[in-house]
């Protein structure tokens, strides 16, 4: 195992490649060795790996810009700092220095014949990292897919480490009648030469199912999983009616399962590139029938979407929900979908609420159409009092009596 009190000083800010390019053998070194160095600090956007934990992460102090994953035990032991910033704010962040980059532990592939590896699996906000640390500490894992797109040369890596190990996998989430549910109507959205952002996990898996009989749907994406693979062997996936990058999905993280890896591997349909290019608004503004998904936790009346905080528990993150909600409701024959399940708890907690219990992720002046499993609110252009009664009728039938009192009340102030 490396040697990591040769590289690292006391109160040094370490920032980690993130998703399924997450370094687990550097993570695992600094688990071990990192209190006999003193006063670290890290940051990972999001982790699926468990490798954090209370007792793991006791050396060092973890921050994040989210609880997504299975960083939500960390979370739920006060035991992680939350930075409320867009995914597409971190790169930019770290380059100014405002988020600081002392030492960049990443995951790369071997090199090519070229001497550059390949981010692999994540390419976000690593070479902003890698750009800005003083040290850059990186886990060759032969394992790694060579991914066309963004790539790390040998000579901008002080420590390489051989390893030889599986990639954190995000296995597909099982789909019930709710998701499928949701699916249906968010696939009426979605016709031929669509481009398509989306998150994983079931619904969005769901969604992807049901696009089988569409011609020439693109991808324009901050994260692909599994369910794209399917979409590209099923000659769906063609990206052939983009504006720009025609044949290319472009993409910033694969989370998924080996299956995606190895469709991945050296694959020219599909590059993999910073946020600076998956999330600008200036790049997706060049994209017509942009359909956007994206998950809320609730969402008020009037439109408003909490995709962090429920109560006193902090279960989600910021994202990059903002920038694609934004792209989606104003691309040219594109929408912005807003997905939740109706209730929560086994059916006790409207998700559709009179008030948010917490903050504001997306504002109501961005969001499009909401979507559950008993419909499709399109909020776009429609004032308070029409969105409030477009949102009751999506809403569970157990909750809809008290939502269309609180309803009456903004119709009867306008507000």
Not at 41 to 53: K, M, N, P, V
Not at 76 to 98: C, E, F, R
Not at 317 to 334: I, K
Not at 387 to 412: N, Y
Request: hydrophobic letters at 45%.
């Amino acid at each position: 195992m490396i040697d990591l009190t040769t590289y690292l000083r006391p109160g040094d800010h370490i920032v980690f490649g993130q998703a399924c390019g997450e370094p687990t053998t550097l993570v695992e070194a600094l688990a071990e060795q990192g209190a006999r160095i003193g006063d670290l600090h890290a940051f990972i956007a999001t982790s699926f790996s468990g490798l954090f934990t209370p007792e793991t992460a006791s050396a060092f102090r973890l921050s994040s810009m989210g609880a997504i994953g299975a960083l939500r035990v960390m979370a739920k032991a006060n035991a992680l700092d939350v930075i409320p910033v867009h995914v597409s704010q971190v790169a930019p962040l770290i380059t100014a220095g405002v988020m600081r980059c002392d030492v960049a532990m990443i995951q790369v592939s071997p090199a090519n014949a070229a001497g550059e590896h390949s981010c692999g699996l994540i390419s976000d906000y690593v070479r902003a990292a890698v750009d800005k640390a003083r040290v850059v500490i990186a886990e060759v894992n032969d394992q790694v897919p060579f991914v066309p797109g963004e790539t790390i040369p040998a000579s901008a890596i002080d420590v390489a480490v051989p390893v030889s190990r599986m990639p954190v996998e995000v296995m597909p989430a099982k789909i019930g009648p709710t998701d499928e549910a949701i699916a249906r109507f968010c696939a009426e959205f979605i016709g031929d030469g669509c481009v398509i952002q989306t998150g994983v996990g079931a619904v969005p898996d769901a969604v992807l199912r049901l696009l089988h009989d569409r011609r020439d749907l693109g991808v324009h994406s901050g994260m692909l999983g599994d369910g794209l693979v399917d979409l590209a062997e099923a000659g769906v996936l063609t990206n052939a009616r983009k504006e720009i990058d025609r044949g290319v999905s472009i993409n910033g993280a694969l989370i998924g399962t080996r299956r995606l890896y190895d469709w991945a591997q050296g694959n020219p349909a599909i590059r993999m590139t910073p946020t600076s290019y998956t999330h600008d608004a200036g790049v997706l503004g060049q994209l017509s029938r942009l359909v956007t998904i994206n998950s809320a936790l609730e969402v008020d009346l009037t439109g408003q979407v909490n995709a962090e905080q429920s109560g006193a528990a902090y279960m989600g993150g910021t994202g990059g929900q903002v920038d694609f909600v934004r792209a989606g409701a104003r691309s040219p024959g594109g929408a912005s979908l807003m997905v939740l399940a109706a209730t929560a708890k086994g059916g006790t907690i409207s998700k559709i609420v009179p008030a948010l219990s917490g903050p504001v992720t997306s504002a109501r002046s961005e969001v499009d159409v909401v979507v559950t499993e008993f419909g499709a609110a399109q909020l776009k252009g429609q004032t308070l009092a029409e969105r409030a009664r477009r949102l009751v009728t999506v809403a569970h039938p157990d909750f809809r009596e008290g939502l269309e009192r609180e309803a009456f009340e903004i119709a009867r102030r306008g507000f």
